[in-house]
């Protein structure tokens, strides 16, 4: 008997009528009002560690290939525009939150770079930190991380 899902089980669909997909705003719903607003700290400690375990199940050995995932699974479209040994930015197009009112100084895509922070690790085996760095919601052109990589 199966004991944990993988990333393998989530592809399993048996929904003949309503198929894979789910609407954004359910989506939208379920991290904004569900979890960033009803969890102390806006949920923060929960999505970083639900991110983090998504990020290390993913089927990904290289940063091509998570940021071809984001891209496939929806979550945005990301593009690297710094690298260094130590240090990557990463900007998110057409993020989920895109479209959503500006709330000035809020930051709520920690989910996200949570599962990027899994997935480096993952392939890295460093010790690797993401910090959102800007965000639509904050009234930023895109969403944007800065990776470290600690070695």
């Given amino acids: 008997m199966k ?7 989530m592809k399993l669909i048996g929904r003949e009528k309503l198929g894979n997909q789910v609407p954004l705003e359910l989506f939208r719903t379920i991290r904004l009002i569900g ?15 639900i991110g983090r375990k998504i990020g290390e199940s993913l089927p990904v050995s290289t940063l091509e290939d998570i940021l071809a ?16 040994e130590h240090k990557l ?9 895109k ?3 500006v709330m000035e100084g809020k930051m709520v895509c ?3 770079g949570a599962i990027l ?20 919601v904050s009234g930023d052109e895109h969403c944007e991380y800065e990776v470290r990589y600690m070695r």
Avoid: W
């Avoid at 004991?3 to 089980?9: K, N, R, S, V």
């Avoid at 102390?40 to 560690?49: A, L, N, R």
């Fill in 3 to 9: 004991e944990a899902f993988t990333y393998e089980d």
């Fill in 35 to 49: 979890l960033h607003q009803a969890l102390p700290m806006g949920g923060k400690g929960t999505t970083v560690t």
């Fill in 69 to 84: 995932l984001f891209e496939e699974l929806q979550i945005g479209i990301p593009k690297i525009v710094y690298q260094d």
């Fill in 89 to 97: 930015r990463i900007v998110v197009e057409e993020c989920f939150c």
């Fill in 99 to 101: 479209g959503l009112p």
């Fill in 110 to 112: 920690d989910l996200e």
């Fill in 117 to 136: 922070e899994g997935a480096l690790h993952k392939i890295s085996k460093d010790k690797v930190a993401v910090r959102e760095v800007k965000c639509n």
